[in-house]
């Protein structure tokens, strides 16, 4: 997946609601939950629509999705065993051509920041598996 156009879905940080296109957005913590961007923040990518509502119109306040772009282009790339990936994580090149999280980054074999981990959070990988990073953009390099 490389296509700048295709819009990724996300689960808002509680109370967090999306006007409409064109807000940016970043990661929450490691909630695995997006909010809008203020000052100092990595910028994940771009609102294409408003927040999600209920089935009477009203905007969702709690749990809402939102449709966005985000900035770089999007590869789906091989991670190795037992990564711990949340929305925002900053992700490495690794030993065998597979991508470390955070934790590794200290490590002998962790390498250079590759992109920024933008799917919904996964709790520990098997080796090969593949996970979506925004490349090129932010404090990638």
Same mark, same amino acid.
């Not at 593949?130 to 490349?135: R, S």
């Given at each position: 997946?490389?296509?700048?156009?295709?819009?990724?879905?996300?689960?808002?940080?509680?109370?967090?609601?999306?006007?409409?296109?064109?807000?940016?957005?970043?990661?929450?913590?490691?909630?695995n939950?997006?909010?809008?961007?203020?000052?100092?923040?990595?910028?994940?990518?771009?609102?294409?629509?408003?927040?999600?509502?209920?089935?009477?119109?009203?905007?969702?306040?709690?749990?809402?999705?939102?449709?966005?772009?985000?900035?770089?282009?999007?590869?789906?790339i091989?991670?190795?065993?037992?990564?711990?990936?949340?929305?925002?994580?900053?992700?490495?090149?690794?030993?065998?051509?597979?991508?470390?999280?955070?934790d590794?980054?200290? %490590?002998? =074999? &962790? +390498?250079?920041? *590759?992109?920024?981990?933008? $799917?919904? #959070?996964? @709790? %520990?990988? =098997? &080796? +090969?598996?593949? *996970?979506?990073?925004?490349? $090129?953009? #932010?404090? @990638?390099?």
């Open positions: 997946m490389t296509n700048k156009e295709e819009v990724r879905s996300a689960i808002l940080k509680t109370g967090t609601t999306v006007a409409g296109a064109g807000y940016l957005l970043t990661n929450d913590s490691t909630n939950t997006l909010d809008l961007v203020t000052w100092g923040e990595t910028v994940l990518g771009v609102s294409a629509d408003e927040s999600e509502r209920d089935s009477s119109g009203l905007v969702t306040a709690a749990g809402a999705r939102v449709g966005f772009r985000p900035l770089g282009g999007v590869m789906m091989a991670a190795k065993a037992s990564q711990a990936f949340t929305t925002g994580l900053p992700v490495y090149a690794d030993d065998g051509g597979l991508v470390a999280d955070g590794d980054s200290g %490590s002998s =074999t &962790a +390498g250079k920041i *590759i992109g920024i981990y933008i $799917g919904e #959070g996964v @709790a %520990s990988t =098997t &080796a +090969g598996e593949l *996970i979506p990073v925004m490349t $090129g953009v #932010g404090t @990638a390099n």
